[in-house]
Nanobody, 130 residues
């Protein structure tokens, strides 16, 4: 059974940091591009970051550029999203997702489109509050 499980969310003060993890089971992440998405109340789900299967290509939404860092450890079948300098507007449920590197290319060019991703985790809540 193919599964992605996020962890690491929680409550943090503005300016704080969190590291989200996305653990895959049932398939080998080596063959997949990973995306992180988030959904805030009243907003559409948006792409936050993307990383190719070998980590050579990454992309960030303008709203998180310079504050978030995406990474992966294929040996652990896990991807990460390090979030620094968190702001109130980063409050959302964060999801990781995977798409085959062979379907849309093993890169993160263009937009981080949720429609390209076929495997999704259940999400983890991140709340930034003082």
């Amino acid at each position: 059974q193919l599964q992605l499980v996020e962890s690491g969310g929680g409550l943090v003060q503005p300016g704080g940091s969190l590291r989200l993890s996305c653990a895959a089971s049932g398939f080998n992440l080596d063959y997949y591009v990973i995306g992180w998405f988030r959904k805030a109340p009243g907003k559409w789900r948006e792409g936050v970051s993307c990383i190719s299967s070998t980590s050579y290509s990454t992309k960030y939404a303008d709203s998180v550029k310079g504050r978030f860092t995406i990474s992966r450890d294929n040996a652990k079948n896990t991807a990460y999203l390090l979030m620094d300098s968190l702001k109130f507007e980063d409050t959302a449920v964060y999801y990781c997702a995977a798409r085959s590197r062979d379907t849309y290319g093993n890169n993160c060019y263009g937009t981080i489109d949720l429609n390209d991703y076929g495997y999704w985790g259940q999400g983890t809540q991140v709340t930034v509050s003082s």
